[in-house]
């Protein structure tokens, strides 16, 4: 599953690129992510993903590896995780990039993301519209923090 | 609550008895247990198959109270004061059940894992409709499936069955 | 294989709802368990504690009286399918049951319980929505009734709080002379789009009150206000000139999503061809 976002923050660039540095409070920001932990600075992190639809639920440990870093404008990573109790992995390539448009920064990202076990058993459709919904909400709280702030 | 009593305080069993295949029988049973491996595998009936596990194909139908349900869907203890029909209970002193006899007779079976539970939802059927059409008939047998037959045969037997348990009631 | 789980058996609704604010998410509602056993067996949920809510008596009757036919939650569909009650005043939800799954699974799945597990390609629910039918959920001290409509909130999930308990369907009986219908179409054991027509006559030959709603297309049923803008006060033949544009319509508004059952543009035609089918239908009947 492959999603494109892109959201305008009021914010200047250099204050946008701390912030996602900025780990315990940019992780804050994914719907259902908590307990982020750096393992090694500017590299290796960690976090405790959870998710729900209805009665469903899961929750992914995850380690989230910086795969490349051009500073000030783009930052690829890769995040994955597996419910051993459900028996579901999680696999997410995230490429992320800041633009300056005047007094606005574009942050755009593009999500891959597979999900692999059991929860397929829910269906594409929704685990998509779920995905869809988690990365929109993300954009916005990105946003709110950044904005709310200035 | 009272009906439950505690084996070990952590695990939880209930005492149920029931009608099976016209015989009193009683037993303890824990809240998950399946119908299906109790019939299999504590009880030793074997005619229900597994198959599918999620209530499509058939193979494992069980007639309570004379009504097809799925046993690889039903919790064991559902069962308590009812009446249970397996395949095993099906011929009587001896003798095939019209339907048994007209599977054997019409070929409505090749590898024959589907016609226990065939059989009994068809049972069924000409209970509640002794003179079915073919469209009730294949609207009511719909949820049991055969991989080997093509259900012509099957169709066939069903509705020579009929006509004999017509003529003879 | 199920994991081991307390049975819990209740005699009264205000009991269920007690265990269920008790327990909270570790137990779960159990009545005809076609969709939840089937979910703990592929251990997608564990539950510590299940509430047989069948122990509780007087939920599983279907009644007419004062315009309003009420079904318990805990009836089953095999007895839907089979209510003199329903086959009298309602036999559009008669037909319905009578294709729902199979004859296994309607022999134990229950009304209230299709409607609360909210899988999105269920028949119950899309049909009640047009029909306007109200859902009274109870708890230990309160009460509600809430629109069909407002039921649904997203796939696998439901307006009820965590300890109310849906214990009855009302259905206000049809106006005569109203045209009622209900069409699936699917190619796997579950329906891929559904759509529900209902509307009544103003004197003459125009449509009066008109609800539309499409199933199993999107996450949740849900009631298609856009389409019956286009049909509504139209008479009958102004209204099929209509009935494309209101499928195309219902199509883009049936929030339809891909997946196994068809792409999100095939769902959007096929909501569309079902609308003109079940249109032509209901006025045939009505």
């Known amino acids: ?150 | 609550m009272s009906k439950m009593m505690a084996r070990r305080s952590d695990v939880q069993t209930l005492p149920i008895s029931f009608t099976l295949n016209g015989k009193l029988q009683e037993m303890e049973v824990e809240p998950h247990e399946i119908l299906l491996d109790v019939v299999r595998e504590r009880l030793g009936l074997t005619g229900a198959k597994r198959s599918c596990d999620v209530q499509v194909c058939g193979t494992c139908t069980l007639l309570v109270d004379g009504r097809p349900v799925s046993a690889c869907t039903t919790l064991a203890f559902e069962v308590r004061g009812r009446s249970v029909l397996t395949i095993e209970g099906l011929a009587e002193n001896g003798k095939l059940h019209p339907l048994q006899q007209a599977f054997i007779e019409h070929g409505g079976f090749q590898c024959g894992y589907c016609t226990p539970g065939m059989i009994l939802a068809a049972k069924a059927l000409l209970d509640e409709n002794p003179d079915p059409t073919e469209d009730e008939l294949k609207h009511f047998m719909h949820g049991n499936l055969c991989r080997c037959t093509g259900y012509k045969k099957i169709i066939e037997s069903i509705l020579a069955a009929a006509e004999k348990m017509r003529s003879k009631s | 294989m199920l994991r081991r789980f307390r049975l819990e058996e209740p005699a009264s609704v205000r009991e269920v709802s007690e265990l269920l604010g008790r327990f909270g998410e570790s137990a779960k509602l159990y009545a005809g368990g076609t969709e939840l056993l089937l979910a703990m067996k592929e251990g997608l949920v564990q539950y510590e504690r299940l509430i047989n809510v069948k122990t509780v008596q007087g939920l599983n009757e279907i009644q007419s009286s004062d315009g309003i036919i009420r079904i318990g939650a805990l009836c089953t569909h095999h007895q839907l399918e089979n209510s003199p009650v329903l086959r009298q005043s309602l036999p559009v939800f008669v037909k319905l049951e009578e294709n729902v799954a199979n004859v296994r699974v309607r022999q134990v799945g229950t009304i209230g319980g299709n409607l609360c597990f909210a899988e999105p390609h269920a028949d119950p629910g899309t049909l009640l929505i047009a029909l306007g039918a109200k859902l009274v959920a109870e708890k230990t001290d309160s009460r509600r009734e809430i629109p069909a409509e407002a039921f649904f909130v997203g796939a696998y999930e439901t307006c009820l709080e965590p300890d109310e308990v849906l214990t009855e369907i009302q259905v206000p009986l049809p106006a005569t002379r109203s045209g009622i219908a209900y069409l699936k179409f699917g190619y796997l054991e579950r329906p891929s789009v559904g759509v529900a027509v209902a509307f009544s006559r103003n004197g003459g030959d125009s449509i009066g009150d008109i609800k539309i709603a499409v199933g199993c297309a999107g996450p949740a049923p849900k009631r298609v206000v856009e389409a019956e803008e286009a049909l509504k006060g139209k008479t009958m033949e102004e209204a099929t000139q209509r009935l494309a544009q209101a499928g195309q319509v219902a199509g883009r508004a049936a929030d339809a999503i891909s997946d196994l059952h068809g792409s999100q543009e095939y769902k959007e035609h096929i909501v569309g061809v079902l609308l003109k089918r079940a249109f032509q239908k209901a006025v045939s009947q009505g």
Request: aromatic share 6%; glycine share 8%.
């Open chain 1, 1 to 150: 599953m492959r999603f494109e976002k892109e959201v305008d923050i009021r914010a200047p660039k250099e204050k946008v690129w701390n912030f996602i540095w900025d780990v315990d409070r940019f992780i804050a920001c994914v719907p259902g992510c908590k307990e982020a932990k750096t393992l090694e600075a500017g590299k290796r992190y960690a976090a405790l993903m959870t998710e729900k639809v209805g009665p469903f639920r899961v929750e992914f440990p995850i380690t989230i590896e910086v795969l490349e870093r051009d500073e000030m404008s783009r930052i690829k990573a890769q995040a994955s995780g597996a419910d051993n109790k459900i028996g579901s992995r999680m696999k997410i390539d995230l490429d992320v990039s800041l633009r300056e448009e005047g007094d606005k920064t574009k942050l755009s990202f593009v999500a891959g993301v597979d999900i692999l076990g059991k929860l397929a058993a829910l269906g594409h459709g929704i685990i998509k519209r779920k995905a869809d919904q988690v990365l929109d909400d993300f954009a916005q709280a990105v946003k709110r923090q950044l904005e709310g702030d200035a």
